[in-house]
């Protein structure tokens, strides 16, 4: 089944313990994302990567860290956890495709992480 | 991206057609029409999209009118399960770029 896996699904934490967030996608699909999503904000962009070695900055990538060394896997890490960075995160992945095609996102079953 | 309005809230009875409305009157010509929904704190789930003409796939039917500033999503038989928040997007044709969802409309389907 294709499919985008976060693990873990919930975790709570303190503040300062170093964290990652595991993503991974069996759809060999260049591009690869997080997301946040905090009541009232909507959603909105951490870090993504266009394709292996290649990441860049979305809108709110302060305190946040990504690798993507292999073409599945989009690991999220905190390095040092705050209280605001409380929220439900998503990954999510699609295919740089074809051009005039859209290519959709599909996100994983998300995190809810808690720092305390 | 163009602005867009949609109710906040709808109640529709399961087995009838859900119409959710989306206003985008500032839509600018090469502007698409996206929908996603969000089942409880699940991931965002991709429905249709389209940019004048109106488009039907195996799980909904959009309807945009011929002015552009207003479509309207069709899930013709809705199920319990379709009870969601429903994010209509207007963007310049886009692959990869990120999402942004407004607020949305919850959509609860009654028994």
């Known amino acids: 089944e294709a499919q985008v896996t976060q693990n873990p699904r919930y975790l709570i934490t303190v503040t300062g313990k170093k964290l990652t967030v595991t993503c991974s996608q069996n759809?060999?699909?260049?591009?690869m994302s997080w997301y946040r999503q905090d009541p009232g904000l909507g959603l909105r962009q951490i870090y993504y990567s266009m394709n292996v070695e290649v990441t860049d900055k979305g809108d709110v990538p302060e305190g946040y860290k990504v690798s993507r060394k292999e073409k599945r896997n989009f690991p999220l890490i905190l390095e040092s956890p705050s209280p605001n960075q409380t929220s439900l995160y998503f990954c999510a992945s699609s295919s740089l495709g074809q051009v005039g095609k859209y290519n959709e996102q599909f996100f994983g079953p998300g995190t809810r992480l808690t720092v305390l | 991206d163009a602005k867009t309005t949609q109710p906040t809230s709808m109640d529709c009875a399961e087995g009838r057609a859900a119409n959710l409305p989306c206003n985008h009157s500032?839509?600018?010509?090469?502007?698409?029409v996206y929908w996603y929904r969000q089942i409880h704190s699940q991931g965002p789930q991709y429905i249709i999209h389209g940019l004048k003409n109106n488009e039907t796939n195996e799980m909904a039917s959009l309807i945009i009118t011929e002015d552009r500033k207003s479509s309207t999503l069709i899930l013709p038989h809705a199920t319990l399960r379709d009870t969601a928040v429903y994010y209509c997007?207007?963007?310049?044709?886009?692959?990869?770029?990120?999402?942004?969802f407004g607020t949305g409309t919850r959509l609860t389907i009654i028994p």
């Open positions: 759809m060999n699909h260049e591009y």
């Open positions: 500032t839509i600018s010509g090469n502007e698409y």
């Open positions: 997007i207007v963007r310049v044709y886009f692959g990869n770029e990120k999402l942004t």
